[in-house]
């Protein structure tokens, strides 16, 4: 007599732990609740503002159990391990059995057994029964129920199956969600998130990341030319764009605009429009006509600047604003010998000007700078494959089965007997429809 | 005539269209069915065809999008979906006893869209951030699971009546009550519902995901929105789990699935205007 040794043991009761699915009920009830918790308690605040809003006790005790942050805490990530642990598991646990329910050698029954299968028809034949059998294949094989046959002692017997891998459907399923948290480890531990500011005509080539705060080399550098908002008539914002340079070693690599929804991703790093800054100074843009000469001056408001090898000093003297967006700017601008010129322009109006003889043109805007929010995620494609599969699981699963025929066709006194059976895994009124319909298809034929 | 007189008819439509299977119900008038039918596929028709309008209106103002981008929206957009969808059941199963359950739905969404003051019911412009297929999507998939999830609830309801009054009675014909499916069909139907449900919650939340990953770069950031609506795809995972593995049913999934319908309202109402209340005043 040996005793099991109790390592074994212990492991058969961890094995047989994460294999139920009652362990799977409760730890989606906890992590229900759990979330119930942290859509309640407001997250990511500082410890003084709970103590001011709950009071202190109460505050302590959020701290302890980091409800603060409770998507972040260990308790919730264990959680989650948990329920990894009993997908893998009840997965290892269950794929034989249907591994062997796809694979099973279906030929290897018997006639009774066939018998007293519910969905079954029998009707005799007066064709002989090689050319029944003949016959049946090949009508079978046409509507999509490729045969294959053994012979019993008294006849022959034909089988036809389709969908059987559709019994790894929820394998998919549960693999997929796998898959969705290895992507999101993935993002967490190989990506960063991070914000950056670049005020128009400046660039950047590191982001400070959120949450923690240290900052991260891009490798390259942003530069944002010009930033601008467009609106609709009634005053709501229509669209954010970001004219956008990309440099690597001081050489211009990239041009791009980007919008709300239209991000710009270069070398797995994702930008975002996410917000802007603006600015009381503004952006004036002078040209010489002629020689094509241009220049881009930041100007505060109502401080003057000069143009030094044109002569020519400028400045806005005064703006209307509606909305805390500059709707109009009065500019002021003179040559040497000129009287000087004093208008009020439209942002991103340009005007004709003649100073000191010659043509030139003017426009101005007020200056921002934009906000980007930059990411790099490497995990997310893990994150949409399994998105696409657990569709498809779920579709396999719920509208696809696994379904089964069978036919018996024996000489029995002077005609030939045909016995018919099917079964399938699910969804019995359409495969009972679909059934009735072939033996009808067979009858007529044989 | 424009997009708002017609969805004024269609309220009032709906809400005759739930008389008339109520009716139907109570008084046992098996005579109205055909015209009760054709009614209701009538007010749907009226309610496209204003959805339609109003899309178009948009677009003669120059903001052209598609009626799905407000909360008023979205509201009208659930009626017509479980509009849609119970015909289709009632088609399916043969069957109309469940109009008295579902249609109400739609003329309370209905009612609700039509004099709440907490919607805006204008046509406004998107704001950038709006500005995407990826949010048509979005609102398409998770309102025809939410509509698949009312439906489910008021089927779980019937259950539950009629499993009240069998127990007390011995139910035949006879009886109002006895004039309900039986109690086995009223539960495969709510199980294949809560199923299509599902799929299209799934669908919902993933497409949810894609848009604020290209719109913030995060697929993911726990917001009360995002985490109300996991909260309710476990609780329907839940249910599918224990009725397909742990054999529940009868009267256990139509609690689920009345669970599972308060779990929607509140990701679609009460995180909008419970929990975000909670915040501000919070924040304030
Ligand atoms: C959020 C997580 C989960 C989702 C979305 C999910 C989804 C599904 C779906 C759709 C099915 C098919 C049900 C049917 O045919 O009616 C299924 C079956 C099943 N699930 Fe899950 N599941 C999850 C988690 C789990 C976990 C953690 C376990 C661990 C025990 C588990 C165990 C099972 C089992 C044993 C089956 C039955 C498979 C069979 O024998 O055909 N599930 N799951």
Known sequence: MTTKPSSVNVFSLLWDFFASVKLALLTLGVLCLASIVGTIIPQGEAFSWYVRKFGPWQAQLFNLFQLSDLFGSLWFKALLGILSCNLIICSLDRFPQIWKKITADNLDTTVVRLQSIKRNSRWTSSLPPARTVEEIARLLGRNGWKTSSRELDNGTLLFSQRGAWTRLGFFVVHASILIILTGAIIGSLLGFKGTALIPEGRSVSEIRTTGKSSSVDLGFEVRCDTFGIEYYQNGMPKEYRSDLTLLEQGREVLHKSIMVNHPLTYKGITFYQSSFEAYRDFIITLTDKESGDRQIFVTPYQKQRTWEEKALRFGVINAEVSEDRISRMKIWITGPDDAPSVFWMDPGQTIPLTLHGRPYLISAKQMYATGLQVAKDPGVWWVYIGCTLILAGLFTTFFLSHRKIWIYVHQEKQATAILMAGSTNKNKAGFDGHFSRLTELLKAAV | MNSAQFLGITTFAYMFSTLLYVAMFVFKIKRLGKFTTCFTAIALLVQTAGLGLRWQESYQMGIGHAPLTNMYESVIFFAWAIIVLYLLIEWKFKTQIIGAFAVPFAFLAMAYASLSKDLTKGISPLIPALQSNWLISHVITCFIGYAAF???????????????????????????????????????????????????????????????????????????????????????????????????????????????????????????????????????
Do not use: C
């Open chain 2, 150 to 284: 009312t439906v489910a609830a008021g089927l779980g309801l019937m259950y539950l009546i009629k499993e009240t009054s069998d127990s007390r009675h011995s139910s035949n014909d006879k009886t109002l009550i006895g004039s309900l499916l039986p109690l086995h069909q009223i539960e495969d139907i709510t199980h294949k519902t809560m199923i299509f449900g599902f799929i299209w919650l799934t669908a919902g939340i993933i497409t949810g995901a894609v848009w604020a990953d290209s719109a913030w770069g995060t697929y993911w950031s726990w917001d009360p929105k995002e985490t109300w609506s996991l909260i309710t795809w476990f609780v329907y995972a839940i249910t599918l789990h224990a009725r397909y593995t742990r054999g529940w049913g009868g009267k256990r999934i139509a609690w689920l699935a009345i669970i599972g319908f308060f779990s929607v309202i509140f990701t679609y109402y009460g995180v909008n205007f419970i929990l975000s209340g909670l915040h501000s005043y919070g924040s304030n």
